[in-house]
C-alpha cells in the first residue's frame, strides 16, 4: 500500500460534515473510466504540501477536483493513479470524518447520522476505475491488470484501517435495526436500505469475478499475513543452567527472550 494524505479543507463535506466512530469500511467505484486521481484529488490551495502534491497527484486543468465547494460529496480516501502511473491510496478526510459518500435508502446511511452524538459510520473510499463506457453504458473497458493493482491496493487499505480501528473483517453491527456487514460496498448498502440506488463496486468487479465475500476473505488473508512474527534462535544447550545463563545475557538486548524445549 502506497498512502498519501491531502485532507481536503476546501470540500463541503469537511467544512460542513460532523465527527463520528467508524465501524465499517464501505467500497465503491466511480463508475467513471477514469482511473487518475488528479481527476479527483486536489491539495487545498493552504496546504503546506502542495507542491509536493501536485506533482505527485498530476494538476487538473479543469478544476473539476472535489476538494470545491459545490461539490456535495467526500470521501475518507481515494485509490488510483498518480502521475506517475503508480497506483496509491490518498487520505482525502480524517478518519473521523464522516463521509458523504453513499447517499441515503429508506432505513438511514452508512454515512452515519449527522443528528447522532459520535455516530456510527462506515469508512469509505472510491476507486477510480479504468472501465465505464458512456457509449456502452457498462463497464465495456478497462484492463485486468488495472483492476489487479487496484483491488490488491484496496485489500491492503481495508485491513490496514480494520487494525487501527479494531474491526473484524467478518463481523457486522447493529445499526438501524439492520443487520450490517462491517465490509461492504455502495451496492451492498442500497440493498440493505442504507445507501442510494447504486450498482458499485459489484458491477464491476463481476467481470473479474470477485465478489465482497471474497474482498472479507482477502482481508483476512492480508491481516493474518501482517500478524506473522518472525522467530530467531539463538542457541541451544543440554544444561539448562546454561541456557538460563544465556538466556539472562539475551535478555539485556531483548527483554522478551524466553526458553523453549525441543528434543534431538
Ligand atoms: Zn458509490
Known sequence: MNLIECIMTNSSCYKRTTTGV????LWHDTA????????????????PDREKLLKLLGVNQYGNDWN??????????????????????VQALPWNYRPWGCGKGSKGSCNGDANVK????WL????CDDAWSNAKNDYAN?????????????????????????????????????????????????????GSNHKDVLQWFSKYGKTMAD????????LNQNSTIYRVQVGAFRVKANAEAYLKTVQKYFPDAYITTAKK
Open 124 to 127: 469509505q473510499f472510491e476507486i
Open 68 to 89: 470545491n465547494t459545490p461539490v456535495e460529496a467526500g470521501l475518507n480516501a481515494w485509490i488510483g493513479k498518480l502521475a506517475d502511473g503508480s497506483i496509491a491510496t
Open 32 to 47: 467513471a473510466g477514469n482511473p487518475d486521481l488528479k481527476r479527483y484529488v486536489q491539495p487545498s490551495k493552504d496546504d
Open 118 to 121: 459520535n455516530s456510527p459510520f
Open 215 to 222: 474482498v472479507r476473505k482477502d482481508v483476512t488473508a492480508q
Open 142 to 194: 478497462g484492463t485486468k491488470e488495472y483492476f489487479d493493482k487496484v483491488y490488491k491496493e484496496a485489500v491492503e487499505f481495508t485491513a490496514f484501517l480494520c487494525k487501527m480501528f479494531n474491526i473484524d473483517p467478518n463481523g457486522s453491527v447493529q445499526y438501524n435495526g439492520v443487520t450490517v456487514p462491517t465490509i461492504l460496498c455502495h451496492a451492498d448498502a442500497y440493498k440493505l436500505g442504507l
Open 22 to 25: 467508524p465501524v465499517g469500511i
